[in-house]
């Protein structure tokens, strides 16, 4: 069982840092759309996705 506890523990770190990650993204989101307005927002968010295809 001493085996299986390191691989919980970065496990558990991979999670905590994906959750830290979309934490971010989403207080990124919202600064970002409290700051420039919803349509600018949303232009943005367009105009990246049209760059990308």
Partial sequence: MAATRPQGRVASAIVWA????????????LSLWFHYGTTVFFEMI????????
């Fill in 46 to 53: 367009a105009a990246g996705i049209s760059a990308c295809f």
């Fill in 18 to 29: 994906a959750a830290g990650l979309g934490a971010l993204v989403l207080l990124g989101s």
